[in-house]
């Protein structure tokens, strides 16, 4: 038998053909996308988590690893704010080679959309987390995130605090 954390890790790591075939080629920052396309009274009664996904090379963080990971390292919240507000948090990790490697992390609500055309019919409660890849983002969270009094210090010297970006999209517009 199977285990659940087998058929988690399957169930966000794919890739609806009907969302899939809907949406153009993505080419911001960000690979990763879920969406409730039922009402809230039947995700109850499905067998699934009732999302379905835009999922094309993307890493999607559940929301109980996203808390542990949280509790792990040093996790920093960045607000950016361009065409839309975009959450994303960073912090560093020691590898196994006594280095310490940067993780991107981006927390998004889920859309409740219409399954015909996509469009947003509400904004559910609901979160997930996509751990970002993009090379251009991870220089846009190093470089230009920082704020003043930080703006020197090497990342593992920042004081925890939330920091406030005002140039950010989904759009991959890192200016």
């Known amino acids: 038998m199977i285990s659940s954390a087998i058929n988690t890790a399957d169930r ?3 890739c609806s053909k009907t969302i899939r075939k809907k949406m153009k080629k993505k080419d911001g920052p960000f ?3 879920v969406f ?3 009402p809230e009274k039947d995700i109850a009664s499905t067998a699934n988590d009732g999302f379905d996904r835009y999922n094309v090379n993307g890493i999607e963080l559940n929301a109980t690893g996203f808390k542990k990971l949280s509790q792990e390292i040093d996790l920093k919240a960045i607000q950016c704010s361009g065409k839309e507000k975009i959450k994303l948090y960073t912090g560093k990790f020691p590898t196994a080679m006594r280095k310490f490697q940067r993780l991107v992390i981006r927390e998004a609500q889920i859309p409740w959309v219409s399954p015909d055309d996509l469009k947003v019919v509400g904004i ?3 979160k997930y987390y996509e751990v970002c890849t993009n090379t251009k ?3 846009y969270v190093r470089e230009r995130c920082s704020v003043s009094p930080l703006r020197d210090l090497p990342d593992d010297r920042w004081e925890k605090h939330d920091i406030v970006c005002n140039k950010c999209s989904s759009e991959g517009e890192f200016q």
């Open 12 to 14: 966000l790591s794919g």
């Open 36 to 38: 409730q396309t039922e």
């Open 31 to 33: 690979n990763l996308y």
């Open 137 to 139: 983002l991870y220089k």
């Open 124 to 126: 559910t409660p609901r």
